[in-house]
């Protein structure tokens, strides 16, 4: 009987111990910077004319400052990204042109979810912060004020989003995010300092 109670109290302690031993691609301490680019997202805009648009250009820092909140860590941080689109639209001898330009900076939140392998990193992470738009307008249509349609405003930027990362290295990985944000999806690298 006491060597059943032995066992099993072995058992328990190795249990717990396992868990605790976890080696994490991200935790309390470990800094992140992400740089990379995007598709699609809320700031897209209506396709008519010839129309173009550049991918979103993105950087992120994200930094662990608690461990074991619940099945994860919690880490802060802020991005910055940019995006641009503009048009041109021909008619009667006419043209219309536009461009939308955006930069967006805010805050972000992420809670990474732990797994038992150190070059994985699955997350989820909210974002708050301030786009900071502008547009111009140029048309050759006679007695259109162009500069009336100009202009320069900022807005509410949120979004939440879903990632992984693949540390190939302890300092060099790759990230792939999904999300409503600046870009549906998002791809690039990521540098742990």
Not at 125 to 132: E, R
């Amino acid at each position: 009987m006491k060597n059943k109670l032995l066992v099993i109290a072995t058992a328990i302690i190795m249990v717990f111990a396992g868990n605790t031993a976890k080696a994490q691609a991200f935790a309390a301490g470990t800094t992140h910077v992400s740089l990379g680019f995007g598709l699609g997202g809320y700031l897209s805009y209506a396709s008519f004319g010839d129309f173009t648009s550049t991918p979103t250009l993105f950087l992120a820092v994200d930094h662990g400052i608690i461990d074991d909140l619940g099945p994860g860590s919690l880490g802060i941080g802020g991005f910055i990204a940019y995006k641009s689109a503009q048009y041109d639209y021909s008619y009667f001898g006419f043209t219309d042109s536009g461009k939308w330009t955006n930069f967006v900076i805010g805050a972000r939140g992420t809670y990474h979810y732990y797994i038992d392998n150190d070059q994985i990193d699955l997350y989820a992470g909210l974002s708050l912060g301030l786009i900071l738009e502008s547009y111009n307008y140029d048309s050759n249509v006679p007695g259109v004020d162009n500069d009336f349609y100009d202009y320069n405003d900022n807005f509410l930027y949120y979004a939440f989003s879903f990632g992984g990362k693949y540390m190939f290295t302890e300092s060099l990985g790759a990230f792939a995010e999904l999300g409503y944000d600046i870009a549906w999806l998002k791809l690039g690298v990521t540098l742990a300092l």
